[in-house]
């Protein structure tokens, strides 16, 4: 069946309420009953909730062959959480093992050896790369592969569509009855927001950390009455690896002149204003919006309300010159942001589900007012791919692309026209990760263009000297360089399905051949 | 059936699994299934949820006879939003309305009249006085009260024995999409603990604030992700009785002879070290506990790890003073805990639900050193009463007495033994409200009695010169000075059920004839 990104949908994928998707809000204002763990009640005194080992855990809470367990990413390309826990449940002999994480870096190389023995036969993940997404890419997991984006992930677990059995949660500092924290310790990653569902909605929850602190370990994001035991470990993570140095913007003359051409668009456009609120991605262009924005702030003496996402150096550097009220964080990329939740009042944790979930009462994305993406790929219709790399393998993260696109007033995608030899607008993304619907100004190296059903956004922009084209000229610009894209050697076999936020299937991504 | 306190319960209150009450953990480490609410889902950009009045929000929701409502009591006597909605829902001609409220007070005396007309049909408190104490103890409400603790009314909504159709939440201050805070505005209560659990298992969340503050309200108590509508009136409360003056020691020589008692009873036992917790009722003597501990903390040279509970100027002053590393907070007594929540940033809100709750994995309670707390009587079974008065009619509240005294290590009950003409120690105290094997030591202006479950209590204690007497003792000399209290003329009909913090009957309120 086609979806409305024109998309054929396998009928066979369309089994327990499962529907294509139908258009961003076609869920909007509908009533859905929330589901609720199964959770151990604890009346009497308690002094500690500390076992000795992992292995020590996986016995307390019963585990069992046919789990599903849950993972964050906040340690990122540092991670010992995932690889460790993973190792341990399989040395114990079990099998038919779901992972269901928020993101999967090129740390977790390891879970590709349980894809292919067979050991992990599900995964749930917003990100996939390295050797795994290679092994999903050629039909290695038993099942297909569900990916999400962040909000999407949390409406899954609120939803019951992932019903997590053991949550283990890596955490920087807790205390001995799991009041647990993203702050200080030695693998500070400044939040914790990912874990925020997985805390609430898991049956069991364990943490796991490297620097036990005195009790009550206050504030908290992980509350003690969502965890049943904590494990004490000498390393959850590499400290380089979880947060780096401060994020520089790019030098790239083609980045800075995207960057400068994006603060253009916003300039020109009726919601900057005083009191407009902002959220950039963390690739190069994108990030180095942030210098072209500072000059116009000051210019037209006005500042942003309030920043959003997935934060650096750049967001930090707003805020403390007074060009922005606050910062809403769910997750620390640099030591600068680390610092900055630590120590600037106007700096808040928020949860997953503030930020993004498409199914509470409005996560913070519904009220943005710009976000500016990255794109591996966007084609004539707008949609934007993040998953799948050139060769049709999977290596990306649709992460908070889909939410922040659907949430703000003004969604904006950059993109050099052409990576090496790949045209990025094309006539059909592999995989649609965003709808275009969502997405409203495209610019690129060679122009930018206007989503046809911004009218108003195209009429405030021709006012402009900005180098307007429509996405078709974008596109054959690009193939008179690079040549029309060869179709990719796909098999029928579907090794992943591309959620929507709400939870219809918005593509499938199918098992690619080999590379011969 | 008799329940473990030897309460007589009626067999046709034993209906939909209600227990009787059979000891403090007969339910730790059982495992159970949440409930959770229907909510409506918001996928799209939104830029306000604000309704211009009450009854907007009234009909948004979809208001419907035999609904359940529900309130929190942080605006104490000062509360005008109790009233407000209600006189609105019953002008617009609802029936059958259930209120399940955190607290009533003696301002919410228009309560009665709806009871008495038949429009309220159900009430589940903690606390209740004025005259819906009276109504309902007179049989004027058409289904039993149901009387809970503050962690047992978390419990009791965690496990869908409330369900709360819409949830009116008082918030001081609010932005457009409902982030609130206890904290600023006209009608500043510091915290907003008591709603937590409200806003999120409520089907619908109306906040109701008259100081509408910018987008966004950082830090929040209640998420713009749990609300559904933001109303703007002009008072939500009288500030001077939401927070009163500093709360002041009392000067009766009676009731600091047992601060001091109770204070040394302390010092005399294992658990008074470096890093203890401890937490203290608002009553006179307790609160007094606080003034004698300060000498004994630093004779010792140590200092508590966190204070806990309802807070108040003494709290506050042993947190400046560094004897306490930080305070947990559930609800301000005072301005000066006000204050301090707000600009200390030692002095941490927490969530009912983390204060006390039964059914999460462990509230702060269950880590609670010591707890003092106040009696209406006490018996020689060391059970408790905070809920009827001499007269056999209800106006206490269970409040945390329960959970603190259930979690506590060392539970210390301090009364004098008599008050006007009525013995507080006696032989039967009308009603359970605490069950006696959760009180460690009673501390009166006649002796010191240990619950005989305590040797080793006991023991330490012989070893001090503090005035030593069995419970019995006490009894016998509060009857020699007041004599023997006659039976009070309750009728069978049961106006009442006192819930155990873990759902089970401890006891039950018969109605009562009138005064002839």
Known sequence: MKNAVN???????????????????????????????????????????????IRDAIKAVGFKDGMTVSFHHHFRNGDYVVNMVMKEIVEMGFKDITIACSSLSSSHDLIADYIEDGTVIGLQTSGIR????????????????????????????????VHIDV???GAPTADCLGNSSGKGGKSDCGVLAYADADARYADNVVIITDTLVDYPNMPASISQTDVDYVVVVDEIGNPKKIAS?????????????????????????????????????????????????????????????????????????????????????????DTVAVDSVHNNPKHFEISTSEYASPSNRSAFVNKLDYV??????IDTDFNV????????????????????????????VVTPLIRGRMATVCENVVTVTTPGECVDVLVTDYGIAVNPK????????????????????LKDIAYSIVGTPDPLPFKERVVAIMEARDGTVLDVVREIDAIK
């Open 7 to 53: 998309r054929e949908i396998p009928d066979e994928l369309l089994v327990d309420g499962r529907e294509v998707f139908q258009g961003s809000n076609y869920k909007d204002n509908t009533r859905y009953t929330k589901v609720a763990p199964s959770v151990k009640m604890r009346t009497a005194h308690i002094d500690s909730k500390v076992l000795p080992t």
């Open 130 to 161: 390295g050797k795994v997404g290679e092994a999903v890419s050629h039909g290695k997991l038993k099942t297909p592969a569900i990916l999400r984006s962040h909000g999407g992930r949390v409406r899954a677990i609120e939803q019951g569509e």
């Open 454 to 473: 911004r009218q108003d956004l195209l009429e405030a922009l021709q006012k402009t000297k900005l180098p307007l084209k429509t996405v078709e000229e």
């Open 245 to 333: 140095e401060a994020a520089r913007f790019s030098k790239d003359p083609r980045d800075l002149l995207m960057a400068e051409h994006c603060a253009k668009v916003m300039e020109a456009t009726p919601y900057f204003k005083d009191g407009f609120s902002f959220q950039t991605g963390a690739g190069g262009p994108s990030l180095a919006v942030n210098r072209f924005l500072e000059p116009l702030l000051i210019k037209y003496g006005i500042k942003m309300s309030w920043i959003c996402g997935g934060i650096s150096a750049p967001s930090v550097d707003l805020l403390n010159k007074g060009l922005a009220e606050c910062i809403v964080d769910t997750q620390d990329f």
């Open 372 to 377: 500016i993406l990255a794109a591996l790929e």
């Open 385 to 412: 791919n993040v998953i799948t790399g050139s060769d049709g393998v999977l290596r990306g993260a649709p992460g908070g692309h889909p939410d922040t696109a659907a949430g703000a007033k003004c969604c904006i």
């Open 167 to 169: 949550a283990f949660i």
